[in-house]
C-alpha cells in the first residue's frame, strides 16, 4: 500500500483573543468610596421632633441659655457706658432684653419657624443706636442718668418705627418671594459668612484675657471630642453637657486668680475682662423686676434715627433667614419653604415691635451660636429650645440669680464662640454636595461671594468709628449714610447680594441643574416636599385659624 504524498495540514492556530481594553477609572476612584450627597445628618441624637429625657431636657435649656447670655452681656457692655448708664442701668437692660429674647424665642418656636432657634439681640443694630447716642452727646441733662433715660426713649421709638419694615416683607410674603431665589450654589457662601463674619467675636475677645480665654478654648475641644472617646459611657454626656463642665471649671479658676490678687496690678481693660468681681451686676440688680412697657418713659420719634434702624432691620432678616437654614440642617429637617421663612421674619417684626414697646436696647435676631450648639451636642430638638425660655423669664425677673451667670468673663464666651461659630460657617459648605463642584461658573460665584462677603464688611468695620458709629459712607445726609454703613457691615447681606446677582444673571437658565435647583425648588414650596408639612405646620389645630397665606 502506497502513502499519500499529500499530507494533510493542520488548520493555523487561532490568534489569542486581544487583552480587554482597559476601562478608565474616575481620578480616585480606587483610593476610597464616594459618599453620595444626603439631605439630612445621619449622626443627630435627636431631630426637631424627637426628645431626650425631661431630665436632659432641662440641662441642654439651661446650656442654652447660657450660650445666648454672652451676646447680650456684650451689647449692654458696649451701649449702656456710652450711654451714661451706671451698673444698675446695664443690669435692667440686660434683664430686658433676657425677657425679650424669651418672648421672641417662644413666639419663633411656636409659630414662626418651629426650628429649634433662640432669638436674641442683634449686633446689627449698633452702628444705628450709636449714631443715636452721638446726636445726644452734645445736649444738656441735668444727670447722666437722664441722658441715659433720654437716649433709650430714643431708641424704643426708632425700634418700633422700624419693626414694620419686617412686618412688611414678611406678611406681604415678599420675603418669600425672594427667597426662591436662592439655591444651594447661593446658600454655600452666604451661610457660610453667617458664621465666619462673626470671627471679631472669636479670637479676638478671647485675647483680652488669653490666660481665661485660651485655657477654656482647649478644654471644651478636648473634653468635649476626645475625652468621650475613651468610655462608652462617657461619650453621651461629654458630648451634650462638657460645655457647662467647661465653663464651671474655668469661671472657678478665674475667681480663683481674681482672689490671688493676679489682676491686682494691671490696666482697666484687663481687669474688666479678666476679674470675675468687675461687672458689679450682682450688687446692682434688683432681686425681683418684672419689665413691663414703656418702662423707660414715652418713647421719641425722631425721622433721623428710624432709618438706621430700619437699615438694621432689614439686615437682621436677612442674617436670620441664614440661621434659619443652618438650624434647618443641625435639627434634622428640610430647608425651610418660602412661606414658613415670610411669616418668620413678619413675626420678627412683631418681635421688634414689642422690644420697643417694653424698652429693649435693640431689636432681635436668630442666635447663630444657638445654633451652634445644636451641632456641638447633636441634639435639634424644639422642645429643648421652647423650655430654654423658661430659664430666660425666670432669670430676667429675679435679676440677682441672672446677674450671677452674667457675670460670667466674656473671655470665656468668645473662646465658646470660635467653636459655634465656626460649625455653622462649616454647615453652609455641606450644600456644595447638591450642585456641580467642579463647574467653573460655580466655582467663580462661590469665591467670589465669599470673600466679597468677608472683605467689604472687614473694610467697612476698620473705618468706622467705635463711638460716634460713623462708617466709611459721607454722603451728606446722615440718615442715609447710616442706612448704607449698616447693610454693608453685615457680612451675610454682602455675600447674598452678590451671590444672588451672580447665580441669577449668569447663564442661569442652562446651568440649572449644575446650580442644584432641582434639590432645592420643592423645598420652597408647601407641597413640594411631603416632609415640610411635618416641620413646619402649626402646633395643635392652630392652623384652623390662620389664614391660609401664612400656612
Known sequence: MVENEHHHQQPPAPAPPPPPAAVQQPLGAARGPAYPPAEQLLQLNYCIHSNPSW??????????????LGSIVMIASILVPRMGGDHGDKARVIQALLFMSGINTLLQALFGTRLPTVMGPSFAYILAILSIINDFRDEDFSSEHERFLHTMRAIQGSLIISSF????????????????????????????????????????????????????????????????????????????????????????????????????NVGDAT????????????????????????????????????????????VTAVESTGTFIAASRFAGATPPPAHVLSRSIGLQGVGQLLDGIFGSIAGTNASVENVGL??????????????????????????????????????????????????????????????????????????????????????????????????????????????????????????????TLLDNTLDAHHARDERGVPWWGP???????????EFYSFPLRINEYVPTRFL
Open 165 to 264: 419694615i419686617n412686618m412688611l416683607l414678611g406678611f406681604s410674603r415678599s420675603w418669600g418671594e425672594f427667597t426662591k431665589l436662592l439655591s444651594p450654589l447661593i446658600v454655600v457662601p452666604y451661610v457660610c459668612v453667617v458664621g465666619l463674619g462673626l470671627f471679631a467675636r472669636g479670637f479676638p475677645q478671647l485675647a483680652t484675657c488669653v490666660e481665661i480665654g485660651l485655657p477654656m478654648l482647649v478644654f471644651l475641644v478636648v473634653v468635649q471630642q476626645y475625652m468621650k472617646r475613651l468610655h462608652p459611657a462617657a461619650h453621651p454626656i461629654l458630648e451634650r453637657f462638657a460645655l457647662l463642665v467647661c465653663i464651671a471649671l474655668i469661671w472657678a479658676f478665674a475667681a480663683i486668680l481674681t482672689a490671688a490678687g493676679a489682676y491686682n
Open 523 to 533: 423645598f420652597q414650596h408647601k407641597k413640594g416636599d411631603s416632609r415640610n408639612e
Open 55 to 68: 431630665a436632659q431636657t432641662a440641662i441642654l435649656a439651661f446650656q442654652h441659655y447660657i450660650v445666648m
Open 374 to 499: 445644636l451641632a456641638l451636642t447633636h441634639v435639634g430638638s424644639r422642645r429643648v429650645v421652647q423650655i430654654s425660655t423658661i430659664f430666660m423669664f425666670f432669670l430676667s425677673i429675679f435679676g440677682k440669680f441672672g446677674a450671677f451667670f452674667a457675670s460670667i468673663p466674656l473671655p470665656i464666651f468668645a473662646a465658646i464662640y470660635c467653636v459655634l461659630y465656626g460649625l455653622v460657617a462649616s454647615v453652609g459648605i455641606t450644600f456644595i454636595q447638591f450642585t456641580n463642584n467642579n463647574s467653573m461658573r460655580n466655582i467663580y460665584i462661590m469665591g467670589l461671594s465669599l470673600f466679597l462677603g468677608i472683605s467689604i464688611p472687614q473694610y467697612f468695620v476698620a473705618n468706622t468709628d467705635g463711638n460716634s458709629g460713623r462708617g466709611p459712607v459721607h454722603s451728606g445726609g446722615g440718615w442715609f449714610d447710616d442706612i448704607l454703613n449698616t447693610i454693608f457691615a453685615s457680612a451675610p447681606v454682602v455675600a447674598l447680594i452678590v451671590g
Open 271 to 314: 481687669k474688666r475682662s479678666c476679674r470675675t468681681d468687675r461687672s458689679f451686676l450682682i450688687s446692682s440688680a434688683p432681686w425681683i423686676k418684672i419689665p413691663y412697657p414703656f418702662q423707660w418713659g414715652t418713647p421719641i420719634f425722631r425721622a433721623s434715627h428710624v432709618f438706621g434702624m430700619m437699615g438694621a432691620a432689614l
